[in-house]
């Protein structure tokens, strides 16, 4: 078959094979190389990206779009949509890379050819010279040796790719996966990494930017890397770079995919300066970890904890950098002004403050203050902390009574609404006596478990007649708002509070008295959006810190504002207006913004052991808390410490320090806005209401009010509301609600519990003809509900309590 050498042929002829056997010999081994290239590319597939290939990182945005933190995974890559990549990247990359790219089978046989020789001759090794080629090697990072085996199987890997991929898929893979320098990989890593935006706002200069360092970042990155190579100084890198982009910006016009006119006119786009990744301390850290928890617990796909850490999430929050610095500057400059541990260690030790701001509008968490540092104090003091809110709930209160009325006394326990007398904080009136005898909303007794009565203390002892609720809350009377409470319900006032927008699981169970004046534990986030359904006029809001959600560029999570109605205009304005007088004349003076109208409450707790202000303008809510507790968690005997001291300061009120970081912060971040003006009050439909022993006034022409801050054993008879009240009516010796009036007679009084400044007490009896038996001191009470109590800065009195009636 094989006729060789030549039989019939002689001489050197014999040794000259035919044209057949030279025929054949050509044939068979096309066919050989054609089964063998078959049986090749029947063996390889389609490559599974090794993981370091498409590990991601999970990263967090400010509001304004730019980068906060990027964590969660090892590699600095976000995967990225193919509608996301800018046609001028794609055009800019073709030029400078592979011009047939579109239209090739995915590999360039000569390049490859040349590659082939040198590695087998030991010359200088090439890479594969199409993206085809370049993404395969990309995605094939566990094996990036130079020999012929591998190059030979990448050959056969990217034709299958080329034929089972769309050009468009091959695409987006290749500028997903590449190296761009600085640690980014991927096409919206290096948009971010060297200009601060998006890969899909990029412009056309910028994108032959970033195409210029897929040749090598380390000799095209203007920044310089000298530590890698002394060659590399910025400004060779910065020649190199640009001639680069000029050259590529040239053969995008070559290629028809760059207008000469628009060439004519670009500049070099200077890249960002490095910086260093944002480590999560500071304000970071908690930031982060409250916008991850909110996304797992607010995502419908049920992505969890476990599936963040592998990374890929672009998430963008509410946060306002500004804000977030403001806050976090204005706590450290009261902090270093007045705060001392080494100078008073016994009460400037373990002082916290924590914060956050609220929009009304949105619901929005722009800002959060959760301590020194995340790296350093581990507890997100803007989250709940078991720090009691003390004063700063008294609002709820007024809104319930607003909103659900007082019970008639004459009628039981379970009471419709037409049975119930909404009240006008103008018009009615409470008695503001210290050591005021709290009964139930029927005119009994409150008692404890132990039987004992309970006598309300205010502030510092302060003694107020006949007061209305306006001017209670002006001046942060206890007595008024506890009696208020109990007029009202417990259940009914908790009700007012969660649907304000407080957590039911952050509100003290039971029906003590002192539940009126702050002795649950809501976080700062919780009590700025709380007071944000006041700010909105009455539509509640959940805060969110979370507005987007992408993952391989395709949004999976977007918020949707949600708004309820919790109270009319006509509550909302009423108490809002309440509130401006607060800070106008009250006790939120302190915190009085010098330019625009702001509304608030001060709050502070039993024992000194916590102090806020709560307050807000039409724009931004902010509560900002202290207490002293100490950070480490994994002491279990831990307890909130006494404020007595603290600072240099006798005693630590909402009206200090956090008034002091209020009003500072606030006026930072209202700088430039507008100034907006609060809604008028509306016209409550209620009628006048005497209550907690008040007494029907005398008539009189004309009166003024007259609440005294001052203590005094013999309050004056005849206060009078800021606003139209009903005519006052005659007075009787004792009228027959006026529960805690006594007949002109000898014998003893009833003895009582009235609780200081700590909230406890002791009973006792007096002799006849005095009264208020009893000592006004006594022992510390733990803060659970039902033991003592939590006013502002103000003692709750006794040991329990029950509310009295309403109509004098």
Avoid at 102 to 118: C, E, K, Q, V, Y
Avoid at 173 to 178: D, I
Avoid at 370 to 376: I, P, Q, V, Y
Avoid at 686 to 703: D, I, Q
Wanted: charged share 25%; with cysteine; aromatic share 8%.
């Amino acid at each position: 078959m094989i006729d060789y050498p030549r039989h019939d042929k002689y001489g050197w002829r014999r040794w000259v094979p035919s044209w057949k056997l030279v025929s054949g010999l050509a044939l068979g081994f096309a066919v050989l190389l054609m089964g063998g290239a078959t049986l090749a590319y029947t063996m390889v597939a389609l490559p599974i990206p090794a993981k370091a290939a498409t590990a991601q990182n999970n990263v967090y945005y400010w509001s304004d779009g730019t980068q906060m933190a990027a964590t969660g995974g090892e590699v600095n890559r976000q995967i990225i949509a193919y509608t996301e990549i800018p046609q001028a990247m794609q055009d800019a990359v073709v030029s400078a890379e592979n011009k047939t790219f579109w239209t090739d089978s995915g590999i360039d046989p000569m390049g490859i050819g040349r590659a082939l020789f040198n590695m087998a001759t030991g010359g200088e090794t090439q890479g594969g010279s199409t993206i085809t080629q370049q993404y395969v090697k990309n995605n094939r990072l566990n094996n990036q040796s130079q020999t012929l085996d591998r190059k030979f199987k990448e050959m056969f890997i990217s034709i299958r790719v080329n034929n089972e991929l769309s050009k468009k898929e091959i695409m987006r893979g290749y500028l997903n996966t590449s190296y761009f320098g600085r640690g980014a990989y991927g096409l919206q890593a290096a948009a971010r990494t060297y200009y601060g935006k998006n890969a899909a706002d990029l412009s056309v200069e910028e994108c032959a930017f970033l195409a210029s360092l897929l040749k090598g970042s380390t000799y095209y990155d203007p920044a310089g890397a000298p530590e890698i190579d002394p060659k590399a100084t910025p400004q060779a890198n910065l020649d190199r770079a640009t001639k680069r982009w000029n050259w590529i910006l040239d053969e995008m016009v070559k290629d028809g995919s760059l207008p000469a006119a628009d060439r004519a006119g670009m500049k070099f786009p200077d890249p960002d300066p490095p910086q260093k990744q944002a480590k999560l301390g500071g304000q970071i850290g908690y930031l982060v970890d409250l916008a991850k928890a909110y996304f797992i617990n607010n995502n419908d796909q049920g992505i969890t904890a476990e599936d963040l850490t592998k990374g890929g999430y672009e998430i963008s929050t509410t946060f306002d950098k500004k804000k977030v610095d403001a806050l976090a500057k204005t706590v450290k400059d009261v902090y270093d002004k007045h705060i001392d541990p080494e100078k008073r260690p016994d009460t400037d030790t373990h002082v916290e403050f924590g914060g956050a701001s609220v929009n009304p509008s949105t619901g929005a968490i722009e800002a959060i203050y959760g301590g020194a540092d995340a790296t350093k104090h581990f507890t997100n003091n803007a989250d709940q902390t078991g720090a009691q809110v003390g004063s700063t709930f008294k609002p709820f209160v007024l809104a319930a009574g607003m909103t659900h009325g007082v019970r008639d006394p004459r009628k039981g326990e379970q009471q419709g609404p037409e049975d119930r007398t909404v009240i006008d904080p103008d018009t009615a009136i409470y008695s503001g006596k210290n050591k005021l005898k709290i009964r139930r909303y029927d005119g009994s007794i409150w008692r404890d478990e132990n039987n004992k009565e309970w006598l309300q203390v205010n502030d510092d002892d302060a003694d107020y007649d006949n007061i209305d609720l306006r001017e209670a809350m002006i001046h942060s009377a206890n007595s008024p708002f506890v009696q208020l409470g109990m007029d009202i319900g417990i259940p009914q006032v908790r009700e007012t509070a969660i649907r304000a927008g407080l957590l039911k699981g952050s509100l003290a169970q039971g029906d003590v008295p002192s539940f009126s004046i702050g002795i649950s534990d809501p976080s700062a986030i919780r009590m700025a959006a709380a007071y944000g359904t006041f700010a909105s006029n009455g539509e509640q809001r959940d805060p969110y810190s979370v507005t987007e959600v992408k993952k391989n560029g395709i949004a999976i999570y977007k918020h949707e504002d949600k708004p309820t109605r919790a109270f009319t205009t006509a509550v909302s304005s009423n108490i809002t207006d309440v509130l401006v007088d607060v800070v106008e004349k009250g006790t939120g003076k302190k915190a009085r913004l010098p330019d625009r109208p702001s509304a608030g409450k001060t709050g502070t707790t039993d024992g000194n052991k916590s102090a806020w202000f709560v307050g807000y303008t039409p724009q931004l809510v902010t509560a900002i808390d202290m207490y002293r507790l100490d950070d480490d968690a994994s002491n279990k005997d831990r307890k909130f410490e006494e404020m007595f001291g603290t600072g240099g300061r006798e005693k630590v009120h909402g009206s200090s320090f956090p008034s002091e970081i209020w009003k500072a912060y606030m006026t930072e971040v209202h700088k430039g806005l507008e100034v907006k003006q609060f809604p008028a009050p509306e016209p409550l439909d209620a009628e006048p209401v005497y209550g907690g022993g008040a007494k029907s006034p005398e008539p009189s022409p004309s009166s003024s009010p007259s609440p005294s801050p001052s203590p005094s054993t013999s309050p004056s008879p005849s206060p009078s509301p800021s606003r139209s009240k009903e005519p006052e009516k005659p007075g009787k010796s004792c009228d027959p609600f006026d529960w805690d009036c006594e007949p002109p007679t000898g014998g003893t009084t009833d003895g009582g519990m009235t609780g200081g400044a700590d909230g406890g007490g002791t009973t006792g009896s007096t002799d006849g003809g005095t009264t208020d038996g009893g000592t006004t001191e006594g022992g510390e009470t733990s803060p659970s509900p039902g033991t003592g109590g939590n006013g502002n800065g103000n003692g709750s009195g006794g040991s329990g309590g029950t509310p009295g009636g309403w109509f004098g």
